[in-house]
């Protein structure tokens, strides 16, 4: 069973609502694209909180190797891997570029990357209408696997085009002013429509393609009536029941990426032979269990963090979001599956969890700008 968060169907984007997502440091106001102004962010937590947190989860037998986030041999580079691990076997540094072809890729299968990283991103569409209420970008400034920086782009009137942007720096901005820019700059390329984007075509070519988190499936699909074509991600392969067949016929429906000059259209749902999925596209995966909870006022409001102990004897910290929201019960001992992207707060890299499942139910967790 899924329980979704109740969400309003218009949301300004002028400040971050405490149990969403709250800015960790304040972002200077620039000029956005489409006449927009980046709104300026106040910190998720203040310097003494965000100690206390800091002082919990690493206790008096703090190893940061003993950390979750990130870290296995998988036999390629991952850019969360090397964080702190020593893995020689890598063969993807991704902290050089975020596309690319591997060296003995041949000239005919060149019409996409061998491997891309297309980022984190999370949608707002409560009443499933094709409309988004809201976009949330996340942007790593200096490619090491965790999120230094969000965008969050708001419909408030409902006519399909964003109108609003706020843009928050999870590091400490007066540090990283060239990198910050940079993310800023493709945060002000996104696109403005509001809709999700829908192709109907029949599969040309299919390639699997190494992300920095998974091997996804992309296909490349004709539609000959329009004379039209389009490249769609359709997300982790071990999500799909078999692999696309070519001349399959699929309606792909998503948002549109730039993944260097090729523009991807990564799916949100697929449609075969009348059978429809969602491609689920929740960030990092994690199965633990709690080793112990923490309550923390951040402006006002009741947030829940946890200390997770990994399945791999790794340990985590994890944002479950609001209390109030969690109305299932997570408690020292329950055993948990978190997914969700990793962000950089001050020191600490945790898990900002957009889907907990807990003895079978699971709680999907919106993060997302409002006033």
Sequence with gaps: MTKRLPTRQRRLALAVAAGLITPLAAASTAKAGFGWEWETGSPYYEDDAWYDVSEWFDGNDYNPTDEAIGRWDNETYDRDEALTSSDSDNDIDWTNK?????????????????????????????????????????????????????????????????????????????????????????????????????????????????????TNVVVELQNQSEGKSMIADLGPADQLDRMPQLNDTLTVKGSPFKAGDTSVLLSRSIEHNGQQMQVERSGREYTGTIESTKTVDVRGQQRQLAKIKTDDGKKMLVDLGRKQDLDTNITEGSQVTINGPAVQVKDRVMLLATKVTLDGDTIEISRMAQK
């Design 98 to 214: 975020d596309h690319g072809y591997y060296a003995d890729t041949d000239s005919s299968d060149t019409w996409f990357y061998d491997y891309y990283d297309h980022g984190y991103s999370d949608y707002g569409d409560s009443n499933n209408d094709g409309n988004y209420e809201y976009t949330s970008n996340y942007y790593d400034y200096d490619n090491d696997g965790v999120y230094d920086a969000f965008a969050s782009y708001t419909d408030t009137d409902g006519d399909g085009i964003y109108d609003n942007a706020t843009y928050i720096s999870f590091s400490n901005s007066a540090e990283q002013n060239d990198t910050q820019k940079t993310a800023q700059q493709k945060a002000d390329q996104q696109n403005a429509s509001a809709k999700s984007q829908s192709f109907t075509g029949k599969i040309t070519r299919a390639k699997k393609v190494k992300t920095p988190a998974t």
